[in-house]
């Protein structure tokens, strides 16, 4: 074992629940910047020059990402 080894399990030790709390506030703040990302810029795309099938597609994103929504608000508790 190594001195960074040793470190590494102090730390996780003395910390380890802050630790958690952190990575799971970064999961959090990462889920809900990603997913009203994707949403804005899927929603600002001009539909009014979209072929038929484009808007179609356009459509279907739109359901595909709002049914994404729901499912990692409810596992994750991180509201979107």
């Known amino acids: 074992m190594t001195w960074k080894d040793v470190r590494y399990e102090i730390a996780d030790k003395l ?3 802050a630790m958690d709390e952190a990575f799971r506030q970064g999961q959090h ?3 809900e ?6 949403g ?4 600002n795309l001009d539909t ?7 808007r179609i597609g356009y459509d279907a ?3 595909a990402i709002a ?3 729901k499912e ?9």
């Open 72 to 80: 990692i608000m409810i596992k994750t508790g991180v509201t979107l």
């Open 15 to 17: 910390f380890n629940g």
């Open 67 to 69: 049914e994404a929504k």
């Open 29 to 31: 703040s990462g889920l």
């Open 33 to 38: 910047y990603a997913s009203r990302k994707i």
């Open 48 to 54: 009014k020059i979209m072929t038929k099938t484009q």
């Open 61 to 63: 994103s739109m359901t």
């Open 40 to 43: 804005f810029a899927v929603r």
